[in-house]
């Protein structure tokens, strides 16, 4: 597998794969998605469906039809996510991609315990890829948006979704670093005690080939410098691939301040459904929502369905 | 009072300032340290007294006395310390800097109840102050360091030193950002229900002119653009002055990540004891402790003892 170092990059990867993957849009009338769903039509990275809003979606996009667009109708946002749920569920759509409508009406249907998308015992997590200036590759992070204070469990599956989507980006060995203020654990914060159980478990094999080390602060991540002047030893290297926050605030604060203060490109998925969720919000441009989109189309196509028989 | 824009312009304003601050340094012998206050005395920004491993700062840096700067012996660096901080309880000192010696060992002496500098009910915090490339002004952020989780006391008493320290280098109204993963209040996140009462006691005046405003994640503090899209009303405008980030995760990963990926030249202190103190780590170089140092010297030029009769 070729390696993905730029989220431009990505549009290319889906024309390797061997099948188109489907996304169904909920409310998309708005002009980023117009432009991210409309740019995937036309490069043939996606199958494009517009669930609800299909007139107004028509009347900004006039085009679209004839550029492969399909449309479902809709009287409510809550029926258009409830619809575009439903196409997944019955394997006609890969991806669920949010337009314009509130982020909760989208994760009531997903969540929706009959007819949602969320198998028991999962967990739904936000994860990134950030491509920053100022390091050597992409870097993938978990959660700014999602879990407010992530369980064990919680992080243990955070872990997963990373090493996942770091390998379905060609990374052979991810390194993924459990991230805290500090390289000591202490009894101040109870979080960082779990960490030693999920380096033996990565060590023992649980999420295959992946290095996984903490705590260590964002530095000692991602700078072999700054590891040397602490004399730490880390088999990450300063290279992390991967950096799983402690929680949502941390999270948070990392994402707004690479995008505000670093010129850092992102593109985030909610992994833990039976296919990906792209969640951007009302602020993100046409370029986010696209990579998102390219994001989670490349993690549908190396998703098995857990209600596929193998 | 004019407005201190760049790091770089302390050392002039300090020497506007009508007397000389005094530095106690302790076990200064490492050449960052060394050359952070050589640089001070030669600037005459301050009178410096290196207290312990005065036989290795000679040797190191033999032309020091002729300089100016002064020594007191001492056999341990907790010994280094303790004397360090009797300078200071003493008023013969007006800052406390931390060479190549614990972070511990210098609390540990900061903290003493009998001999240490802490008064009472006051509160030790970490405060910084960042220039980045992309943004306008400098942006001082609390805690990256010191408070885990602070109670509201403590983030009250944050708020205070920010809004201080935000004065002392010209903001005549100083923006405060009570910082948080949204912009909604939730009972998911207990602390965050504490922010309307500091804006209440804001605004009837408890920290003189100062605009406090929040919860607000650090895009809607620091980019007008994003306030505007998300709809949002704000008395910062997006113009931030100081971020009270709401954890040391938090604040830890805003710190490192900026230094890291956003070019960042940053200078920090503790506020709480008596006077600032400059606790640097290792990894810091050269110009971070020097801008440190005079942030904590303008910083102390402000301050009333809290032992001294007004």
């Not at 299909?54 to 492969?68: F, K, N, Q, S």
């Not at 992080?155 to 990373?162: C, K, L, N, S, W």
């Not at 969640?279 to 986010?288: F, I, N, P, Q």
């Amino acid at each position: 597998m070729i390696m993905i170092q730029h989220l431009s990059d990505l549009s290319a990867a889906l024309r390797r794969q061997p099948a188109r993957q489907r996304v169904a849009v909920i409310c998309g009338r708005d002009a980023a998605t117009l432009e991210a769903a409309g740019r995937a039509l036309d490069e043939g990275t996606a199958e494009v469906v517009f669930v609800g809003d299909g007139e107004a979606v028509r009347r900004a996009a006039p085009g679209l039809p004839a550029r492969g667009a399909r449309f479902v109708d809709a009287a409510t946002p809550a029926e258009a996510a409830a619809r575009a749920v439903a196409l997944v569920r019955e394997g006609r759509a890969d991806v669920l991609m949010k337009g314009l409508v509130g982020s909760d009406v989208v994760l009531r249907a997903v969540l929706d315990k009959q007819a949602g998308l969320l198998a028991p015992g999962r967990v739904l997590t936000h994860l990134a890829a950030a491509q920053l200036p100022a390091y050597g590759k992409l870097l993938f992070f978990t959660d700014a948006a999602v879990i407010p204070y992530p369980t064990q469990e919680q992080r243990e599956a955070q872990v997963g979704y990373v090493v996942d989507a770091c390998r379905r980006f060609g990374v052979e060995q991810p390194r993924v670093a459990l991230v805290h203020c500090s390289e000591k654990a202490s009894d101040k914060f109870p979080h960082v005690a779990g960490y030693a159980a999920i380096k033996a478990a990565a060590a023992g094999g649980r999420w295959g080939n992946a290095l996984v080390d903490g705590p260590l602060d964002v530095r000692t991540a991602c700078d072999a410098g700054a590891l040397a002047v602490k004399g730490i030893e880390s088999p990450l290297g300063g290279r992390a691939d991967a950096l799983v926050l402690p929680d949502i605030e941390a999270g948070n604060v990392f994402y707004k301040t690479i995008t505000l203060f670093a010129r850092a490109r992102t593109a985030a998925v909610v992994q833990g459904a039976t296919r990906p969720v792209v969640l951007t919000s009302r602020g993100d441009d046409a370029t986010c929502k696209y990579d998102s989109l390219c994001m989670a189309l490349l993690l549908a196509a190396g998703a098995t369905r857990p209600d596929e028989n193998p």
